[in-house]
C-alpha cells in the first residue's frame, strides 16, 4: 500500500454539494421566497449537468409552472439530466428532452403523451431506464435513485417554508422526504404564499425555496364519470361481479379501477346489492380516489372508509363533511397520499379493473403498438400480496380454491379481477392471441414486455359473458379454455373448444349470468343509484360541486 | 348500411309466444330488436340493418347462438343496429327473448 498517497476519505460530499447550490441561488431568493420570474434563473443555478431529478407530477396535481420554468433553462448550462418522475403528462415534460436538457428517463404513466414519447424514444432524445409502478419508482427514490432536485405542488406555504398540500397530497410525501433526508434541494410551487399554512404536510427546513406561481398548479379531474354514460351491458357485468364475486368471497377490503365498469358496480351497491342483503356484508373498505359515482354507496352506508390516493375536483367540501369515511387533517380538509393508498390496495382482499387486451395466458397490458402508456398503480393493485400473513374469508376462499398450487403450506390468496367487455370502441377485440405489448418491446428496445397484470396474478376474469374462475383451471390448456369462454364472438372467443367449455362451466369454472340466477331484464339503468351527475349531486345534498365541463343543466 | 339476413332451423317451442316484442329505445342511438312470430314452417330467420360493414361472420355467430338458447319456434327477428357491439345486441336479445317467450317472472 501506499500510505502515503492516501487522502482522508470525505463522507459529506452532498451536504457539502448542498451548501454550494444554495449559495448559487442565494442572489435569487428573498429568504426561501423566489418570485415566479426568477423560477428559470434559480433552476439555472442550482441544477447542474446529469443531475437527478423528480418534476413532481401524478394523475392530477402537477407542478406545471415549475415544469415549465425547467424547461426555459439555458441547455448550455443545464443538460444530461435524468428525470425519475411518476407521470410525464404535460407538453414540458418532454420538451427537456426535445432540448437536450435532459437525457435518461425513469417513469410511471404517460397518458395523454405517450405518442411523443414514442417519438423521441425512437429519435434517440430519450433514453428509456424503465417503466415502472408507483409503488416501485418511490422504493427506488430510496435506493439508487434519489432525486438531487426535486420540484413539488403545494397548496401553499408561509414565509418560513412550511407547506400545506392538502387533499392532493398525492406523491408529494415520498418525493420530499427522498429529496430532503439525502442532501438533496426541494423547490415547491405554491398557489398561495400565506401568514399560517392551515396544517404542516411538509415542514419548513425540508424546504429549500418556495416559488409563488402565477397561476394554481393544474389538476385534473380524471376520477369522474358521469352516470348517464353508463351502459346496460356494464349494469349487467357489474350485477355478475356482485353476486359471483363479492357476495361468495365476502369481499370487504377492495380496490376499484376508475373506469365506467366499475362505476357501474358502485352505483349499483345502494339497489342491487342492497336487496340481495349484502349491506355490511361486503365492500366496507376500500382504497381508492373519492370517485362521485361511490357517493350514493357511502350515503347509503354501504361504504363505510375510504383511504385516497388523490382527491378529485369537486368533491372537497363532500369529502370535508364525511370525516368518519375519509382520512381528514385537524385542520378539516382531506390528505390523500398516494404511497399509502397504493400500500393499503396491496393489501387489500380484491383488486378489479379494466385494461385494453387480454391474452390467452390472462396476461393484460395497456400498451398499444405507438404509445408507450404505463402502467400506475395497476400492478401493484393487480398482483397477489405474497408478503400477506393475515386472514380473510374471501383470501382463504381463494387460496383453497387455487388448484394450481400443488403441496406446500396452506395460504391464501388475493382476487384479482379484470372486468372488461369483449370488444371496445370499433369493435377492437379485448381478447387477443399475442399482446402488443410484444411489438412495443421490439420497437424500443424493453427489457421485458409491459405486462400490466401477469396472468398468474389474475384469478377472474369478467366479461358480458360471464366470469372465468382461473382458480379452478387444473392445467394452462383449462386456463386458455376458461378465458375463450368468457371472450364472446372476438376471434379467440369463437375459436373455443366448446366441449370443454361446457365441462368447466359444469365445474363452475365458468359461470354465466343464468347460473347466478340473474335474470338479464333486470340489467336497466332503473338500477343505477344515480343516472347523472345531478343525481349525485342531490345524493350529496349539494356537498358535491363538479366542475363546469360535467354539468349539463 | 349494410343489410344482413340469416335463416336457421326452427327450435320448436311449446310455449304460446307474444304478437310482437320491441326492446331497446327507437332512435336514442341504442340498439333497437324486433321479434315476431314468422309464418309457419318459415324457420328462425334474421334481418340485420347494420352501420358497420364486414361483420356479417360476427352477426351470424351471435344469432346461431342466440336460437340455439332461446327455442322460439319460426319467429323474425329484426334488428337496427346504431354500431353496437355483440354485447349490447346479445344482451337485447336475450331481453326481447325472454318477454317474447311469456316468461312471467
Redesign the interface.
Known amino acids: 500500500m501506499d500510505g502515503g498517497g492516501l487522502q482522508p476519505r470525505v463522507w459529506d460530499r452532498l451536504a457539502r454539494d448542498k451548501r454550494e447550490r444554495l449559495a448559487a441561488a442565494s442572489g435569487i431568493a428573498d429568504g426561501k421566497v423566489v418570485p415566479a420570474e426568477r423560477a428559470t434563473a434559480l433552476l439555472e443555478a442550482v441544477l447542474r449537468p446529469g443531475d437527478r431529478l423528480c418534476i413532481e407530477g401524478n394523475n392530477q396535481k402537477h407542478a406545471d409552472f415549475l415544469a415549465s420554468a425547467l424547461a426555459a433553462v439555458d441547455p448550455a448550462r443545464v443538460h444530461d439530466l435524468h428525470i425519475v418522475q411518476s407521470n410525464i403528462a404535460l407538453a414540458p415534460h418532454l420538451d427537456v428532452f426535445e432540448r437536450g436538457i435532459a437525457r435518461r428517463l425513469d417513469f410511471c404513466y404517460s397518458g395523454p403523451q405517450g405518442l411523443r414519447m414514442a417519438r423521441l424514444v425512437t429519435e434517440g432524445r430519450i433514453e428509456l431506464g424503465a417503466i415502472h409502478t408507483y409503488l416501485e419508482l418511490y422504493s427506488r427514490y430510496f435506493m439508487d435513485l434519489p432525486p438531487r432536485v426535486a420540484l413539488v405542488a403545494a397548496e401553499s406555504a408561509d414565509a418560513a417554508g412550511n407547506l400545506y398540500t392538502g387533499p392532493n397530497t398525492e406523491d408529494t410525501p415520498p418525493i420530499v422526504e427522498a429529496a430532503a433526508f439525502k442532501d438533496g434541494l426541494v423547490i415547491a410551487q405554491v398557489n398561495h404564499l400565506v401568514d399560517r399554512v392551515p396544517r404542516v404536510d411538509v415542514p419548513a427546513d425540508w424546504v429549500s425555496f418556495v416559488v409563488p406561481a402565477p397561476k394554481p398548479h393544474y389538476i385534473e379531474p380524471i376520477f369522474t364519470r358521469d352516470p348517464a354514460q353508463i ?3 356494464q349494469i ?1 357485468m357489474a350485477m355478475t361481479v356482485i353476486k359471483g364475486i363479492y357476495e361468495p368471497y365476502q369481499v370487504t377490503r377492495l380496490n376499484h379501477g376508475i373506469g365506467f365498469d366499475t362505476a357501474a358496480i358502485e352505483l349499483i351497491l345502494p339497489t342491487f346489492a342492497a336487496e340481495l342483503g349484502l349491506k355490511g356484508r361486503i365492500c366496507r373498505y376500500m382504497s381508492v380516489n373519492p370517485c362521485p359515482t361511490l357517493i350514493p354507496a357511502i350515503e347509503s352506508g354501504f361504504v363505510e372508509t375510504i383511504h385516497c390516493a388523490g382527491s378529485e375536483l369537486g368533491m372537497e367540501d363532500y369529502v370535508a363533511a364525511r370525516s368518519d369515511v375519509f382520512f381528514i387533517g385537524p385542520d378539516g380538509t382531506m390528505r390523500s397520499n398516494r404511497a399509502f393508498c397504493q400500500m393499503a390496495g396491496h393489501y387489500a382482499d380484491l383488486f378489479i379493473g379494466s385494461t385494453l387486451q387480454i391474452d390467452l395466458q390472462g396476461n393484460s397490458s395497456t400498451a398499444t403498438r405507438s404509445r408507450i402508456a404505463g402502467f400506475g398503480g395497476a400492478p401493484n393493485f393487480g398482483s397477489d400480496s405474497r408478503g400477506r400473513r393475515h386472514a380473510s374469508p374471501g383470501w382463504l376462499a381463494a387460496g383453497r380454491q387455487d388448484l394450481s398450487r400443488t403441496g406446500g403450506a396452506p395460504r391464501g390468496r388475493k382476487l384479482v379481477v379484470q372486468l372488461v ?3 371496445r370502441e370499433h ?1 377492437e377485440p379485448t381478447f387477443v392471441e399475442r399482446l402488443d405489448a410484444w411489438d412495443l418491446m421490439e420497437s424500443f428496445n424493453l427489457d421485458l414486455p409491459p405486462v400490466m397484470i401477469y396472468g398468474e396474478d389474475l384469478t377472474h376474469v369478467v ?3 360471464g366470469i372465468a374462475n382461473l382458480l379452478l383451471c387444473r392445467t394452462l390448456e383449462e386456463r386458455e379454455q376458461a378465458i375463450r369462454g368468457v371472450a ?2 372476438t376471434p379467440v372467443g ?1 375459436a373455443r373448444d366448446r366441449r370443454m367449455v361446457e365441462n368447466l362451466r359444469d365445474r363452475g369454472a365458468i359461470l354465466r349470468a343464468e347460473d347466478l340466477g340473474i ?3 333486470d ?1 336497466r339503468r332503473d338500477l343505477l343509484a344515480a343516472r347523472s351527475i345531478k343525481d349525485l349531486v342531490r345524493w350529496s345534498g349539494g356537498l358535491y360541486r363538479p366542475p363546469a365541463r360535467f354539468r349539463n343543466w | 348500411m349494410e343489410r344482413l339476413e340469416f335463416r336457421f332451423a326452427a327450435r320448436p317451442t311449446n310455449r304460446p309466444t307474444a304478437d310482437h316484442v320491441v326492446a331497446g329505445v327507437v332512435s336514442s342511438g341504442n340498439l333497437e330488436v324486433l321479434l315476431e312470430p314468422g309464418a309457419p314452417g318459415s324457420g328462425a330467420t334474421a334481418v340485420v340493418e347494420t352501420s358497420a360493414r364486414g361483420f356479417g361472420p360476427i352477426w351470424e355467430a351471435v344469432l346461431r347462438d342466440f336460437f340455439e338458447r332461446h327455442p322460439l319456434g319460426d319467429v323474425t327477428v329484426s334488428i337496427n343496429d346504431a354500431g353496437a357491439t355483440p354485447a349490447v345486441v346479445g344482451l337485447r336479445l336475450d331481453q326481447a327473448a325472454v318477454a317474447f317467450a311469456g316468461d312471467p317472472r
Do not use: C, I, N, W
Open positions: 351502459s346496460e351491458v349487467l367487455e369483449t370488444f369493435m366479461t358480458e359473458e364472446g364472438y369463437l335474470d338479464k331484464r340489467a
